[in-house]
């Protein structure tokens, strides 16, 4: 998972520090698609997805200055976007909207797919749609911390002591709530199968 | 029969692909920018006025005549006062001195405590806290320039 | 009766077609107005000194921190740089300087209006496009013209990427002045002067923003080399006359996939016609990058993905855009007036 280049971060952080907005643009164009896709994750809703987005990167320009590097600018903006969208949704409350056409083509081509359908049992079909807005409202369900630490290691693929930084717990929390978060899902899941 | 924990895993990471729209960050790039010049023309005017005077007196250089004035100003002073025509009390003294530099030393602590960066600039002649304040009578037109050529060479198709 | 009603005819349709022509002109006044109205506090005039003397020509602010771009010929071996904006004077320094692209970005420390950048790919011959300079010693002042063309090369002499050509006058002083379409967006640098100043070439914004991006990585401009040289083909294939012919030793092209005698079609982001667009298409090359090139061989497309390197040395001296203005081009500028 270890795409992020750290010199190259570390130059373009200075630049933007030194007043060059350019360097910010491209700090943008490398984090945005993952942030973005962190926030839609627990949101489940792209108008507060877009905004937040915004507000995130608004709010790193903001205070790019005091950043002095003790972290990656990965893990930085990271934790700004999962604090900012775990009050956001707190202060919400509990409405959310499901989209359902979110689904881009590529997932029809994906190998992950293809084995999910393969396994499936012949007892009953599952149209892997309806599977995955089953999964969606299933993840609503949870709290919005065990969201971020699902969204974060299974959606994202991020390993258990980055996200134990970007959330400033211990790994070992970390861990548990995936447990647990992973119980509940299965439960959810479950239920809906047997339907 | 339950989802095991790697199909829960294969389903949940299927969600990586949600996307949205193809174009959508560069737009929301550009909607980015947008807030941003909001936001600065939203700033009051004592901040404008502020950033403006800070960054002027960080350029303030001490024109040359200045220090003649000054000088002139010492001698004067110091004829007086060695003439014992007038007897100053401690503090007048060094006020009525300071007063002609207190300008000068003040940009001066200014232009060294600021955060400005005086290495990055191009080392010339004249001292580095550069605004020359020239005036249009005081020196002959400058070259106004539009008048380069491309050098031109054999063209050699590679890349 | 029938000639005189064709006369009136005539005159009345004379008269009416120099009313509308008369609100074009004033549509196009008010156009230009609003353009220059817009965007004219971000143009800023530029003086400095170099070994020739003291000299002046304009730049713009491309974002809200003081970074501006000019000409090569203003800002790109001159020191003592100083940055007129509103009634203010400011030291500037330079960032970078590319002489193959006729360029220099400066900066000066303050907040500023900036201009915004827009899509130069999208320029068309005959577009209308507004320039904002200081000629000589005068106040800010609006150009307006067309698009001519878009050229590798002027009078046999080639230039490093395709420029902007567009008939407008501009004048001395107007070097590193902005181009910009009728939304106000900046499109092109202005850089010089072509036929006794009568039109004008400009580097394309997208062209700039590759240097830009460039310093903004590491600190320089670092042009990407992959090594291949390309001849004309005798027969197009698949609208692509261009065709490898050899690689330099040691270069990124020799095992890469690539093969003599393929067509190439795409070159990054570049689509390929001839052999003159590859000179074009390596000006947007940047070292250590992956560049996709897509060729045709053997009836179907293939493409290669090569990680440039940095452009040899010797390569680069011989391609610079062009030279500043000497004293002996100045001299001879002058007797011509």
Not at chain 3, 65 to 72: E, K, N, P, S, V
Request: hydrophobic share 40%; aromatic share 10%.
């Amino acid at each position: 998972m270890d795409d992020q280049d750290l010199p190259e971060d570390e130059t373009l952080v200075r630049r933007t520090q030194n007043g060059e907005t350019r360097a910010f643009d491209l700090l943008w164009q490398k984090y945005s698609p993952r942030i973005y896709s962190l926030i839609y994750n627990m949101t489940a809703n792209h108008e507060d997805s877009n905004d937040l987005l915004l507000e995130v990167f608004a709010k790193a320009y903001r205070s790019i200055n005091g950043f002095r590097g003790k972290s990656s600018f990965y893990t930085w903006i990271h934790a700004i976007a999962v604090n900012m969208t775990i009050n956001f949704v707190k202060k919400r409350g509990r409405r959310f909207q499901l989209s359902l056409d979110d689904l881009d083509a590529n997932v029809q081509n994906d190998k992950e797919l293809i084995d999910l359908a393969a396994t499936n049992t012949p007892t009953r079909e599952v149209d892997l749609s309806e599977l995955q807005q089953r999964l969606n409202e299933a993840m609503m369900k949870l709290s919005v911390e065990h969201r971020a630490v699902v969204t974060m290691f299974d959606v994202q693929g991020m390993p258990h002591a980055e996200i134990a930084k970007i959330l400033r717990i211990p790994e070992a929390t970390v861990r548990s709530r995936l447990f647990y978060a992973h119980r509940q899902l299965q439960n959810y899941l479950e239920e809906f199968r047997k339907k | 029969m339950m989802l095991d924990e790697k199909q829960l895993q294969k389903l949940i990471r299927i969600k990586r692909f949600e996307q949205p729209p193809p174009g959508y960050f560069d737009r929301a790039l550009i909607e980015f920018h947008r807030r941003q010049r909001e936001e600065l023309l939203r700033r009051s005017a004592t901040s404008i006025w502020w950033e403006r005077l800070t960054s002027s007196l960080w350029n303030f250089r001490v024109p040359s005549y200045a220090y003649g004035a000054v000088f002139g100003v010492f001698v004067v002073a110091a004829t007086i006062i060695g003439s014992g025509l007038w007897i100053p009390y401690k503090d007048a003294n060094r006020a009525g001195v300071i007063s002609e530099s207190g300008a000068q030393g003040a940009s001066a602590r200014l232009a060294l405590n600021g955060n400005l960066d005086w290495s990055k600039f191009d080392h010339s002649a004249s001292s580095p806290t550069v605004v020359p304040v020239i005036g249009p009578s005081q020196t002959a037109l400058p070259r106004y320039v539009l008048d380069g050529r491309p050098v031109s060479h054999k063209a050699s198709f590679s890349f | 009766m029938a000639g005189s009603l064709k006369i009136c005819i005539i005159f009345l349709l004379f008269g009416v077609s120099r009313l509308f022509a008369q609100q074009g002109l004033t549509s196009i006044s008010t156009e230009v107005k609003r353009v220059f109205d817009q965007a004219k506090n971000a143009v800023v005039r530029i003086q400095a000194e170099d070994e020739h003397g003291r000299l002046a020509g304009t730049g713009f602010f491309i974002d809200p921190d003081g970074t501006i771009f000019t000409a090569y010929e203003v800002g790109g071996e001159s020191w003592d740089i100083i940055v007129e904006f509103g009634s203010s004077r400011y030291p500037a320094e330079r960032l970078v300087a590319d002489a193959r692209s006729g360029i220099a970005i400066l900066k000066v420390s303050a907040g500023t209006p900036w201009l915004c950048t827009g899509d130069s790919d999208e320029l068309k011959l005959a577009s209308p496009v507004v320039t904002i300079g200081y000629p000589m010693d005068l106040s800010v002042t609006p150009s307006f013209g067309m698009i001519g063309g878009f050229d590798l090369k002027y009078l046999n002499q080639y230039f490093s990427t395709t420029l902007i050509r567009a008939n407008i006058a501009a004048q001395r002083g107007e070097a590193g002045s902005p181009v910009l379409n009728l939304k106000g967006e900046v499109v092109g640098i202005l850089i010089f002067p072509i036929d006794n100043r009568t039109a004008c070439y400009a580097l394309p914004i997208k062209a700039a923003e590759k240097i830009r991006t460039d310093y903004v990585r590491f600190g320089e401009v670092r042009p990407g080399w992959v090594g291949v040289s390309v001849v004309e083909g005798e027969e197009p294939v698949h609208d692509s006359t261009a065709v490898i012919q050899s690689f330099a030793e040691g270069s990124p092209a020799v095992d890469s996939g690539l093969q003599q005698g393929d067509v190439l079609l795409r070159i990054g982001a570049i689509p390929v016609h001839s052999p003159p667009d590859v000179v074009n298409a390596s000006f947007f090359l940047t070292a250590e990058q992956d560049v996709p090139i897509i060729v045709f061989r053997d009836g179907k497309e293939v493409t290669v993905t090569v990680t440039a390197a940095d452009h040899p040395s010797i390569v680069q001296q011989k391609f610079p855009l062009f030279a500043p203005a000497n004293l002996e081009n100045a001299l001879r500028t002058r007797d011509r007036e």
